[in-house]
């Protein structure tokens, strides 16, 4: 399964951004999706996962309460929309799958497949 990430870049401290990931190679109503953000010198953070058909979805400290994940498996592609962005969002978000959820909720997180990554930057 290959995973492309897309809608990163620069965006200023309080806007919304809205992130994409294709998916092809694969069933993808098969896998759970998660999306995943890494800084530099730090381990990946995980942000939010939804379940393979997409009836349920969860949330990190991170960004609960102004995020939303979301999947349309005609499209294979899972979404990740975050409000109100910190210049402490700044960083390289990618997406994984994996069949099993727990591998992508689980500490450290370790997916079957996960995307290159799209860097975002939040700054004035």
């Known amino acids: 399964v290959e995973l492309v990430e897309s809608g990163g870049g620069l965006v200023q401290p309080g806007d919304s951004l809205r992130l994409s990931c294709a998916a092809s190679?694969?069933?993808?109503?098969?896998?759970?999706m998660g999306w995943f953000r890494q800084t530099p010198g730090k381990e990946p953070e995980a942000l939010a996962t939804i379940t393979p058909i997409g009836q349920s979805t969860y949330y990190t400290a991170a960004v609960r309460g102004r995020s939303t994940i979301s999947r349309d498996n005609a499209k294979e592609t899972v979404y990740l929309q975050i409000h109100t962005m910190k210049p402490e969002d700044t960083g390289v978000y990618y997406c994984a799958a994996d069949p099993n959820i727990g591998q992508l909720m689980k500490q450290p997180a370790t997916p079957r497949y996960r995307g290159q990554g799209t860097q975002v930057t939040v700054s004035a």
């Open positions: 190679g694969g069933t993808f109503a098969d896998y759970a």
